[in-house]
């Protein structure tokens, strides 16, 4: 394998028809799939996806349903999540997410949960893929405190000030193809070191243009960081590439 997309949610519906192509595609070009979920159907689901040999999964609890559901839905969660500890790679997607959820009790909930989710991921010593929409400041304050095990900040939206504050931490930062028409990605590619730069997809969402969006445009990804960094193409695709293959051993 030459390229990694280290978060894709292949699980999801919109990829029923043709989630068998896409794959073999993928193949094809070298590029392994790092599966995220975050919910009860999108975590049973992502169990079928192990049949391909190109793909690890990731499990988790999104943000904005730890802030909704009650403590029993989330203690069962953790405990299907631990049922198969042996199936997964890491566990994401989860973190804070203060961009939907804007009532601060809520906000609390997110927050208590989290801190159990990265008690659960350093006991199980599991890599944690971290969203954290308008909750970057407190995402990597409560990480940087907490966390023992590789932490890939997904898609991360925070000042470049608070990503020194992840990259003094040695947090990963993996890029989505929305770099592609966005100012704010390269700013902050540019700041990243290389050793700390992963590449992701988001599929479906995220996508380079407003199609759906899938693993395939990992390769784009790569092209765009080459350019802002102005490094060559083969070296950021085999850097990237050992990054992943440390955190996930793909
Ligand atoms: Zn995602």
């Not at 953790?78 to 890491?90: M, R, T």
């Amino acid at each position: 394998m030459k390229y990694v997309d280290v978060h894709a949610h292949l699980n999801e519906e919109i990829f029923d028809k043709d989630r068998d192509e896409i794959l073999k595609i993928c193949e094809e070009k070298e590029i392994f799939v790092i599966n995220c979920s975050g919910d009860k159907k999108g975590n049973r689901k992502s169990l079928d996806l192990l049949k391909y040999p190109n793909v690890k999964i990731c499990m988790g609890i999104y943000p904005t349903k730890t802030a909704e559901i009650s403590d029993e839905e989330f203690f069962d969660e953790i405990d299907f999540i631990k049922k198969n500890i042996e199936k997964i790679a890491g566990i994401g997607e989860v973190g804070l997410d203060f961009h939907w959820i804007k009532d601060k009790e809520k906000q609390k909930r997110q927050i208590e949960r989290f801190k159990e989710i990265i008690w659960f991921a350093n006991k199980n010593k599991l890599p944690l893929n971290i969203h954290s929409r308008k909750a970057e400041k407190e995402t990597i304050e409560i990480l940087s405190m907490m966390a023992n095990v590789p932490v890939i900040l997904h898609c991360f939206g925070g000042s470049l000030n608070l990503a020194s504050e992840g990259i003094k931490n040695g947090f990963y930062f993996s890029i989505p193809p929305i770099i592609i028409r966005s100012g704010g990605f390269k700013a902050l590619v540019k700041k990243i070191p290389i050793q700390q730069l992963l590449s992701e997809t988001d599929s479906p969402y995220l996508g380079p243009d407003k199609e759906r969006n899938d693993p395939t445009n990992i390769p784009l990804v790569i092209k765009q960081i080459a350019e802002t960094k102005k490094i060559d193409f083969d070296t950021v695709q085999k850097q990237l590439f050992e990054n992943a293959k440390k955190i996930f051993n793909t």
